[in-house]
Each structure stands twice: as structure tokens, then as C-alpha cells.
């Protein structure tokens, strides 16, 4: 078959555009002769899938000669399977001994040569191909020679093609291969014989010459009908589809053309109400909306659409209900055919959208006929409650979804074609959810993503002129709607659901918390002015966790109520921002997002508080820290703006908020009341020891740099402002150490016992040395500066008067508490007192503050060694 219609192709188009027309005309018929046996494979395999075959025996057949190595030969080693034994069958399994030959590694081409050439009856197959060269030549002969008249040379070929055409009947009960090759080949020369009255020769009429191809495509489907020959059957719709090409002079009426191709769709419908005949079916399908299109693209006007649109529509329905009869009558394990399910509504409107393309809500109307025809077509209960025919009713009521889909956006502008899509997505979800399908979900998923990107794309540049009441905010609504329905519907069906899709809920989860963020940030940013932006933003964040907590709480909806904790990331990124851009927290309408944040916050918490989770403490020792910042900013603030900016009265706040935290969380009284009371030993480890990180730093740093201004007191030393306030921090932190070794919580800061007093003490070295830099400063006019300061013989001198004073407390107090490195610090303190005298001191040896600093150091000396002898190794020694 594959070379008979390779050359019937090759003569069609040598006969029609000579050379060129050989080549391509040979090669489309070897591609229908290639869809023809891939069909009749496919059929053999599905029926033999669909029919039980008992297992023969298996042929006996010498063994297979094996060898084996000389050392192996004392071993017993499994050989041939013997003429007595039969193989065993492995359980479970159909064991089927098979005769088919190995599968060939040659080329398809010179496989179905050697098919050709090694299977049925090879010479009736060489007569018919050699017989359709003969007619060929024939007809050239009688052309150039001229002794008969043409007409009847070319009756005398037709009658011989009506010859073959009866003998083939006669013998089609006897050999079916023979008499359907006779007929194949009979009406093939009546084909290239009407061809050649009318194009070569002219003696028939166009009008005549399609009523004579129409009779033979015709009578070779009621042929292939009637013997069950899909082969010819091809065969007379390719001739009947190209008759009126054949016979067209350029002049004819197009109504005229798509009238008959609606007459040869008719028969084609009828064909498949009895036959499942794919390649026949996929052959009219290409001829029909192929040369329909090409003549749309050549001859179409808008003026043809009252006489084109009905062929159109009575073509789509044809293949619609050709797609219906061909998975009613096909017996396989697949009857839906895609190609036409799908390809023929594709065709129909891409044909549709040629003729309305420039028609105003042509395209949207056109799809929505489409979505409303497929949409009841899918739920008809003879589709339905047949299991074999469910897949094509599903398929038809997703082409009906599809189509009302692309209805929208012919329809509308993106923003609203965007929202549309996502409730139809959300939909879809829900659906699929429903009925247990893949593919709904699937669908709604993706839809939903490429509705966000449209409204995305939509909405750049647009500057609505209402704050909230405008189409913008509406669509990211919608958006956020569609995503947190479908997240909730994926989440309550995860039982009966993959694996896989837990992530697609809480993906959706997130979309759609994402859109709903987003749209209020961008209504924020484009309608509010610059000072109110961050405190609305926070107030929008706080609302907006509050009710994810109510609601997944209320829908026990764990992943909604998880998404409310964001709310303390939300507010250290407001506070960063704010920072920047904002005087003070509380400016614009931060007086309100504050306290309400703070608060939402606490309450989301506590919320939590019966589901401990290990964020939990991180959520509440974080909430801590940002109310020691926040606190400690607009207190600074505040004195800074209402009293006098100068002087030291803004930099305390740094220092007394974080301290008055401490002193407050490590009161036994806290402990009381929640959420100390359930925390407690979190707010001490993890909540506390950041603040008093802050609290040490902040020592430092006012040790360092503040000069300590009291306006508008005078300054006295530590009865100042600057060193009160010192005073309290380091208590705090004294308060704060020990609260924390009471408890046995000091171990848990992973902090060596030693380093607290450590740092202590040298915080406390620290402030003796900035007092005197201090009361320099403001008494001896020294510029408070490194240089000056460290030129000051008055500073010098009192530094080491203060250091070995420092030495002293501490080595006796180490002396009479036995605290052996307490002493060796006092003395490392007064070795640096000593060295310092040397190198520093004593270069200004002629000043009075200079004798002043060697002799009050020589008279401590003495009162040290004399109060605070080295404390012994052990209470033993």
C-alpha cells in the first residue's frame, strides 16, 4: 500500500505540475501511506490487547550451544534448557510464548520496501503500479500521435478503469487483498482519466467534470464501506475533496465550492456512523479547513461573511459530531481522537477570528458561542454515564471552560479580563477538588498565575483617582479572593490529594496574601502623602495579621493563622523605613499603627500561647527589642524637640529605656501576669540579652563621646545628668546579672561565669576615667577631644589618682573576701597606674599636678600593702 500510493501521488502531481509535481505529489502519498499503517498497527495492537489469547506451547528448538572455561568443569553450572523440561511460568504474571520476528534496525524506508516486497501478493501489487504507468503513457501517447479520436481513447481508458472496478468486486469475497487492490486501482484511472479529459485536453466541461469526480469519489466510499476497506475509503475523499480543485478555472462561486464540500463532509459524517476510520476522518478534517483557509486568505472580503460564516458553522458542527460517532464506534482502550476534539474548534476559530478580526466584540461573541455550545455538551448524560465516552465529555467541557475564558478578555480591558480568569481559576480548583481530577486543579492553578501577570502588566502606569474605589484596587481583591479560596480548598482535601499539592496550597497561600498586601501598599503609596505612608503601611499590616488569626482560627486553618506572625518582620522593616525617612516613630499617623501593631501583635501571640512552637520565644524576646528601640527614639525625640537640643539630656533615653526593661522583666512581680508568667526564662535569656547588649553599648558610647552638658544645670561631678543616668544603667545591669544566676539562666547565654563581672568591672573603669575627662573639660576649659585631653597634665594626673584609688577598693575588697583574681586585677590595674607614671607622667615631672599624681600614688601604695595582702591560693594554705 505504501508504494501504491506513493505513485499514484507522484503521477497526480507529475500530470499537474510535471517534475516538481512528481516529487511532491510521490511524497505526500507516501506520508498518507505511512498514517495508514501506523492506523492498522494501532488497531491490531488494541484488539489484541482487548482479546484474551491462550498461551501455546512452545516450540521445541535445538539448544543453544554454550561453553564453558576447563577450571569450571567440576562445578555443576546451569546449561541449556533440555527437550523434557518445560519453562515455569512466573506467578502473578501471563507467561505467552511469542513468534513475532525480532524488531528490525534498518531504516523505515527500506523496511517497507522489504515489507513490500516480502508480504501479500507482491504481483498483483507490481501490476497495479505498472499498470498506472502504462495508463500514464497511454494517455501521453495518444496525445502526441493522434490516430484515434481523443474521445474515445480516453472512454476506451475509463471503461478499462470501470473494468478493473467490476472484476475487483466480482472477487472481493474470494481474495479481499486482490480485489481491493483491482479497485483501488480502477478508481484511480478514472480519476486520472477525468483529470486528463478536463485539464489536458479540454473535452469536458468543468461543470461536468466535478459531477463525474463527485460520482467517483462517492462510489468508492460506498465501496470501502461496504468491504470495510479504510484504504480506499481515503482514496475517494482525497479525490472528492480535490475534484473542484482539479476542475476549477478561477471563476467559480465560492458558495458553490463550500456547498460541496458540505455534501462530502455529509458523507463523510455518515461514514463514521459506521465506521471509526481516524486517518479518514483526520483526511476530510485537513482537506476541509486547509483549502478552506486558503481561500480565505486569497478571496475572503467582509462582504462574504453572511454567505461564509453558515459553511463554517456547519463544518465545525460536521467534525464535532464526526469526533462523537468515532468515540461511540471505536472499540480500543483510547477512543477520544485529540486531533479532532481539539483541533477542530482551534481550526473553526482561527478561521473565525479571519473573518472578525476587525469587529468589534466579534472575537468575545464568537468565543462565548463556542464556551456555551461546549459547556452543555460536556454534561449530556449519554456522554457522561458512559465510562468509555467520560474523557470526551470531559474534554468538551474544558474546551467549553477554555473558550468562555477567552471570551473575557475579547470582552474587556486586561485588569478585568485578569480578575475574571482568577475566580474562574479559583473555580476550577474547587471543581477538581470536588470530583477528584487532576487537571481541573491543575488548570486553575496556571490560570490564576497568568491572570496575575495580565493585571501585572495591565496596571503599570495607571494612576487611578479614588483611594481604594477604583478598578486596580478591585482586581488585586479578586486576585487575593481566588488565591486564599483556592489554598483553603487544597488544604481541607489534603487527605485525598497528592502529595505534591501541599505545596500548591500553601504556594497559593502566599499569592494570594501577596496580591492582597500588594494592592493596599500600592493604593498607600499612590494616594497618601509621604509622612502618613509608613505609619498606614503598619496599620494596614496590623489589621490585616488580626484577621488571618481570626480567620484560620474560625476555619481551622493553620497556615492562615501562621501568616499573621509575620507581623514582627513587618514592624522592624517599618522601623527601618521610618527611620530614614521619619523625624520620630510616632510621626504622621504612627501615634495610631504603633500601640495598634504592638498590640495586635501581643494578642496573636497570646493566641498562640496553647500551641507553643519554637518560634514562639524569638516572636516575644523580638517584640521586646523593638519596644526598647521604638522607646528609646521618640523619649530621645521628644526631649530633643520640646526641651533644649544641646546638652545631654536627648542621648539618656538610649540608656534609661533599655535599663528600665531590664529592671522591669527581671522584677519577681512580673512574673505574675502573662506574658512573663508563661515566658518568663525566655524574656530573661533570649528577650533580655539583646537589651542589655544595647544597655552596655550605650555606656560605652556616652563614656566615649558625651561630654555630659547638664543644661542647664552646672556640672558637678557624678551629681550630673550623663553619670546618673550611667549610675542606673550599670544597676540595671548588676540586677539584671544577678536575676539571671538565681534563676541558673546564665548558662544558657553560653557566657563563661567570669565575663559578666569582667565586663563590669571594666565598664566601671571606664566611667571613672570619663568622669575625669568630664570634670576636666568643664572646669579646666580643655577642649573635649582626644588631643587636648590627652595633653592635660591635669587629666593625666587625675586618672592615676583615680586608677590606684579603683586598686585599692578592689584589692581589699578581694582581701577580705578571699577573691584571689579579684586582687590580681587590682594589681594589674596598679601596674598600668605605675607604667603610665613613667612613660607619660613623667615627662611633665616639674608641674605641680605631676608631684601631686607620684605622691598620691606612693601614699596608696603604702595604704595597699598595708590593707590588702595578697589573699592566699586556698582558704587551706
Not at 524488531?103 to 501490476?127: C, E, I, Y
Amino acid at each position: 500500500m505504501t508504494l501504491l500510493l506513493t505513485i499514484l501521488g507522484a503521477v497526480f502531481g507529475a500530470l499537474a505540475l510535471e517534475l516538481p509535481g512528481l516529487v511532491l505529489g510521490g511524497g505526500l502519498g507516501y506520508l498518507l501511506a505511512v498514517v495508514v499503517d501506523l492506523q492498522k498497527r494501532l488497531e491490531r495492537l488494541e484488539q489484541r490487547g482487548a482479546e484474551p489469547q491462550p498461551s501455546p506451547a512452545p516450540p521445541f528448538a535445538p539448544p543453544v550451544p554454550r561453553t564453558f572455561p576447563v577450571e569450571a568443569a567440576t562445578k555443576p553450572v546451569p546449561g541449556p534448557m533440555s527437550f523434557a523440561e518445560t519453562p515455569e511460568e512466573p506467578r502473578g504474571e501471563e507467561f505467552v510464548w511469542t513468534t513475532e520476528p525480532a524488531p528490525s534496525t534498518s531504516l523505515p524506508a527500506l523496511q517497507r520496501l522489504r515489507d513490500f516486497l516480502t508480504s501479500g501478493n507482491l504481483p498483483v501489487k507490481v501490476g497495479v503500479i505498472l499498470l498506472f504507468f502504462g495508463v500514464a503513457f497511454l494517455l501521453k501517447y495518444a496525445a502526441q500521435q493522434g490516430r484515434l479520436p481523443l474521445e474515445l481513447r480516453l472512454a476506451s481508458v475509463a471503461l478499462g478503469g470501470v473494468a478493473l472496478l467490476a472484476v475487483g468486486w466480482r472477487l472481493r469475497t474470494r481474495s479481499t487483498p486482490f480485489a481491493l487492490a483491482l479497485q483501488g486501482g480502477g478508481v484511480g484511472v478514472l480519476y486520472l482519466t477525468v483529470f486528463a479529459a478536463l485539464r489536458l485536453y479540454g473535452v469536458l466541461s468543468p461543470g461536468a467534470a466535478l459531477v463525474l469526480l463527485t460520482l467517483l469519489a462517492g462510489t468508492a466510499a460506498f465501496l470501502a464501506v461496504r468491504q470495510d476497506a479504510q484504504a480506499l475509503a481515503v482514496l475517494a475523499c482525497a479525490g472528492g475533496f480535490l475534484a473542484p480543485l482539479l476542475a476549477s478555472t478561477g471563476q467559480g462561486s465560492h458558495v458553490q465550492l463550500f456547498a460541496y464540500y458540505a455534501l462530502l463532509n455529509g458523507g463523510l459524517l455518515a461514514v463514521a456512523w459506521f465506521k471509526p476510520w481516524r486517518v479518514l476522518n483526520l483526511s476530510g478534517y485537513a482537506f476541509t479547513f486547509v483549502i478552506g483557509g486558503a481561500w480565505g486568505w486569497r478571496y475572503y472580503r467582509p462582504p462574504y461573511f453572511a454567505t461564509v460564516e453558515p459553511f463554517l458553522i456547519l463544518f465545525f458542527l460536521s467534525y464535532v459530531a464526526v469526533a462523537v460517532f468515532f468515540a461511540r464506534r471505536h472499540s480500543g482502550r483510547a477512543p477520544l481522537d485529540p486531533a479532532l476534539v481539539f483541533g477542530t474548534p482551534l481550526a473553526a476559530f482561527a478561521l473565525q477570528g479571519g473573518m472578525l478580526h476587525r469587529t468589534s466584540y466579534g472575537m468575545a461573541a464568537s468565543a462565548l458561542a463556542l464556551g456555551l455550545f461546549y459547556l452543555p455538551l460536556g454534561r449530556l448524560p449519554a456522554l457522561r454515564e458512559t465510562s468509555r465516552l467520560r474523557p470526551l465529555s470531559e474534554a468538551f467541557f474544558a474546551l467549553g471552560i477554555v473558550f468562555a475564558t477567552l471570551a473575557i478578555p475579547f470582552a474587556f480591558d486586561g485588569r478585568v479580563t485578569a480578575a475574571v480568569w482568577a475566580l474562574e481559576g479559583a473555580a476550577a480548583v474547587w471543581i477538581g477538588v470536588r470530583q477528584k481530577r487532576l487537571s481541573p486543579r491543575l488548570f486553575g492553578i496556571l490560570l490564576q498565575f497568568l491572570a496575575g501577570g495580565l493585571f501585572f502588566a495591565e496596571t503599570a502606569g495607571h494612576e487611578p483617582a479614588l483611594f481604594l474605589a477604583n478598578a486596580d484596587y478591585f482586581g488585586t481583591l479578586l486576585l487575593a479572593l481566588a488565591g486564599l479560596t483556592s489554598a483553603l480548598a487544597l488544604y481541607r482535601a489534603r487527605d485525598t490529594l497528592r502529595a505534591e499539592e501541599g505545596a500548591a496550597s500553601l504556594l497559593l497561600l502566599i499569592w494570594g496574601l501577596l496580591w492582597w498586601y500588594g494592592g493596599g501598599l500600592q493604593e498607600i503609596s499612590r494616594h497618601l502623602s509621604y509622612r502618613t505612608q509608613p505609619g498606614s503601611a503598619l496599620l494596614l499590616a496590623a489589621l490585616s495579621c488580626g484577621a488571618c488569626h481570626l480567620a484560620g482560627r474560625a476555619l481551622r486553618w493553620p497556615h492562615l493563622a501562621a501568616s499573621a506572625l509575620i507581623l514582627l518582620p513587618v514592624m522592624s522593616l517599618s522601623a527601618l523605613v521610618m527611620a530614614a525617612d521619619l523625624p520620630h516613630p510616632l510621626a504622621g499617623i504612627g501615634a495610631i499603627a504603633w500601640p495598634a501593631a504592638l498590640s495586635v501583635h501581643f494578642w496573636i501571640l497570646r493566641g498562640c500561647d496553647d500551641a507553643p512552637r519554637p518560634a514562639l520565644p524569638l516572636l516575644h524576646g523580638g517584640a521586646l527589642w523593638l519596644i526598647a528601640l521604638l522607646g528609646a527614639w521618640e523619649l530621645s525625640w521628644q526631649i530633643q524637640h520640646n526641651l533644649h537640643p544641646a546638652g545631654s539630656w536627648p542621648l539618656l533615653p538610649w540608656g534609661l529605656v533599655p535599663a528600665s526593661l531590664l529592671s522591669l522583666v527581671g522584677s519577681p512581680g512580673a512574673r505574675l501576669f502573662w506574658p512573663m508568667k508563661r515566658f518568663g526564662d525566655d524574656y530573661l535569656t533570649i528577650g533580655c540579652a539583646p537589651v542589655a547588649a544595647l544597655a552596655f553599648a550605650w555606656i560605652l558610647h556616652a563614656n566615649l563621646s558625651a561630654p555630659g552638658d547638664p543644661w542647664p544645670f552646672a556640672y558637678a561631678p557624678l551629681l550630673n545628668p550623663l553619670d546618673f543616668a550611667i549610675a542606673l544603667v550599670h544597676g540595671a545591669l548588676i540586677y539584671y546579672l544577678l536575676r539571671l544566676r538565681a534563676a541558673s539562666l546564665d548558662g544558657r547565654l553560653r557566657l563563661a561565669p567570669p565575663v559578666g563581672p569582667t565586663l563590669l568591672g571594666g565598664s566601671l573603669l571606664l566611667w571613672s576615667s570619663a568622669v575625669v575627662l568630664r570634670t576636666v573639660h568643664h572646669w579646666g576649659d580643655v577642649p573635649f577631644r582626644f588631643a587636648p585631653l590627652f595633653s592635660s597634665v591635669l587629666v593625666q594626673s587625675g586618672l592615676a589618682i583615680v586608677w590606684t584609688l579603683l586598686a585599692l577598693c578592689a584589692m581589699v575588697a578581694a582581701t577580705r573576701r578571699r577573691l584571689r583574681l579579684l586582687w590580681l586585677a587590682g594589681g594589674a590595674l596598679l601596674g598600668l597606674v605605675v607604667l603610665k607614671l613613667f612613660l607619660i607622667d613623667l615627662s611633665g615631672s616639674g608641674t605641680l599636678a605631676r608631684i601631686v599624681s607620684f605622691l598620691g600614688v606612693g601614699f596608696l601604695l603604702l595604704v595597699i600593702g598595708y590593707l590588702a595582702p595578697a589573699p592566699p591560693r586556698s582558704a587551706s594554705e
